[in-house]
């Protein structure tokens, strides 16, 4: 394809497929390669791809899945990967709209705030975007490893619950 | 066991897998209840994601010029194709000034002059019967030197000490700069540094009895 219909493309669509990368990978760089591969395969192709919007998503959706099923077993479990398992909530937005996946992630996180103590939500975070072990938490927040542990509990009871409601 | 059992058992293998057998932590995923606890915890942590990218937008513009610098062949290796063609333009119109030098200075002597490309300056054979307007009123004839991917440094030295210049380096790059080019001594110490100053990433400058690479 040509240079300014790619830029065009990387333009447009760029902002949708790094986050959903992001979603996946929970790895900034490795979300980056990913987007990288995707539009760099069209780089040596000639032919535009139908429908464009859905043949990028999808592409990055399943170079994604790849990365993750090469994952072993314990980075499954340190991060929390979900994208191989049954009802792994990125695998359904296969047929959500963009303005559904962002309700869908509004509703998340107004009920998260709503149930959840700010310190509650800050442990998470720390934990599971920033990738901090549990005694560095504690020691940051100048709370025990115990209370780490209790706030990591209640937010995946919550979350749990909340799982409960919609279905 | 009880869930809450089950979430300490999580939260200890998520941050210690390695004290676990694979086996073991396979089984556990295996679990429908550890499963949904898995799921929910990647649902929120998707949801902040979400949020975070959204309330920070990424610069598409900077991400652009770093894919095209790595995917795109004629966009950013372009200009820099650009600026090596430059280069070898730059040493052909300087060569052909010195190689026209050369010819005339051949003409006149009906002698033949010799160049061997080596990093070593070789001095092209003096004529023995040069013309009086030509020779210089030292006893050290003028020649035409060839320098084979010569360091900056080592030409700018040669060019001093025949001259009776003092060299001055304040651009690290001159040290360790290659290139092609040839010198004819019968020109003036600002002539040469003119013909050096057509190269890219050279600048000279002549400033009373010191050579200057900025």
Same mark, same amino acid.
């Given at each position: ?19 959903? =990368? ?5 790895? *900034? ?11 760099? =395969?069209?780089?040596?192709? *000639? ?27 314990? =980075? ?7 994208a191989e398992m049954k ?22 996180? =107004? ?19 920033q990738g901090m072990k ?34 | ?74 966009? &950013? ?34 002698? &033949? ?8 300056? %070789? ?8 013309? %009086? ?18 360091? /900056? ?5 040669? /060019? ?35 013909? /050096? ?18």
């Amino acid at each position: 394809m040509k240079t300014n219909e790619i830029e065009i493309l990387f333009r447009q669509h760029y902002n949708q497929m790094i986050q959903l =990368a992001r979603m996946m990978l929970y790895d *900034d760089e490795e979300s980056r390669d990913v987007v990288s591969e995707v539009f760099a =395969a069209l780089v040596k192709t *000639d032919i535009m791809p139908r429908n464009v919007e859905n043949y990028l998503m999808t592409s990055v959706r399943n170079r994604c899945r790849n990365l993750l099923e090469h994952k072993d077993v314990r =980075a499954k479990f340190e991060q929390v990967y979900v994208a191989e398992m049954k009802q792994g909530s990125v695998d359904d937005e296969d047929n959500l709209s963009p303005m559904a996946v962002e309700r869908k992630y509004e509703q998340v996180i =107004a009920y998260a705030k709503k149930q959840l103590t700010e310190q509650t939500l800050m442990v998470f975070q720390m934990r599971h975007l920033q990738g901090m072990k549990y005694q560095e938490i504690a020691e940051q927040l100048g709370i025990s490893k115990v209370m780490v542990y209790k706030h990591l509990t209640k937010a995946m009871t919550i979350i749990k619950e909340y799982q409960d409601k919609i279905i | 066991m009880e869930r809450n059992e089950k979430i300490q058992m999580l939260l200890d293998m998520q941050e210690h897998p390695e004290n676990y057998l694979e086996q073991e932590l396979k089984t556990m995923l295996e679990d429908p209840e550890v499963c949904e606890l898995m799921e929910g915890t990647a649902l929120l942590k998707q949801a902040m994601i979400w949020e975070n990218t959204r309330k920070n937008a990424v610069n598409v513009d900077t991400e652009w010029q770093r894919f095209a610098g790595q995917h795109i062949i004629d966009s &950013k290796p372009r200009s820099r194709w650009l600026k090596i063609a430059a280069v070898f333009l730059g040493v052909l119109f300087v060569s052909g000034i010195t190689f026209a030098a050369i010819h005339i200075v051949r003409m006149v002597n009906s002698q &033949k002059s010799q160049t061997v490309q080596t990093e070593q300056p %070789v001095p092209i054979k003096p004529s023995t019967t040069m013309p %009086v307007d030509t020779v210089k009123t030292d006893t050290i004839a003028p020649k035409i030197i060839r320098y084979d991917e010569a360091t /900056l440094q080592k030409i700018l030295t040669d /060019l001093g000490e025949y001259y009776r210049l003092r060299v001055e380096l304040r651009n690290e790059d001159a040290k360790t700069l290659r290139l092609f080019f040839q010198w004819n001594q019968r020109q003036e110490a600002s002539k040469v540094l003119e013909q /050096l100053n057509t190269f890219e990433r050279i600048h000279l400058v002549l400033n009373d009895s010191t050579i200057i690479a900025e």
